[in-house]
């Protein structure tokens, strides 16, 4: 077992996935009945296909079978019997890691909280299912948040209203949901919800080209990578005895 010896991820590599974004969601929204407009890119299936294949490819690069890649299992949780999750990594019978992948395309603010909550109930269920159950034996889970989201001006507004009837956390005051969205993951991450996570923004430029950014430091390619491969590294490194 040696360290990554592939070149860490190339503008051009996730230049690419971020394009077979955007194509493949439109041509699936035009392939619906209603031609997309009742939410139909958020119904048309594929988009992040491309996106995920490349994840999977990073931990293959970082030392395991593509066998090991196994898509859209049902883990077991706690509070609920199991939840699909988008991929999972296996390896002689551990778990690698878990990955969700999901993005957000339009009406943010409709859907900002469903996203929080939807992120937070599978990694606290799957967490709990391993402190009461031991369900991943004796290799503790290894969680990953994958996030694209499309920057518009909704997303870019700041000074966006927080008062509630308890007094709120003042890090999200005058933030925008692009922002609020950098600071659920930067926390999930600090506070070991999720171990890894990736968080793209994406845009369609006047050209029609599509452009792509990595904001929270803690989470882009290049760090992503390099946590998988720690991950890998750790897991071999138990079981290739």
Known sequence: MTSMQEPPLQDEQIQSVVNAFWTTRATQAAKLADGGLAGGGARAAG???DITNLVGGLFVRAGLPESSIVLEPYLPGYYRVRKKWDMAVVYKGSLVAALEFKSQVGSVGKNINNRFEEALG?????????????????????????????????????????TALFPTDPVFLGISYSQRYQEMLRRFIGDNIYQAGWFLTTQIEPDGTFSYAQPLATATGKSFQVAIQGRVDYVRSVLDV
Do not use: C
């Not at 299912?129 to 031991?134: I, K, L, S, T, V």
């Not at 909704?154 to 209203?161: A, P, Q, S």
């Open 47 to 49: 988009h992040m296909k």
């Open 122 to 162: 599978t990694a606290t269920d799957t967490w709990a299912a391993q402190r009461f159950n031991a369900s991943y034996g004796d290799i503790p889970p290894w969680l990953a948040y994958v996030f694209v989201l499309q920057e518009s001006p909704e997303t870019e507004v700041l000074g966006r209203d927080i």
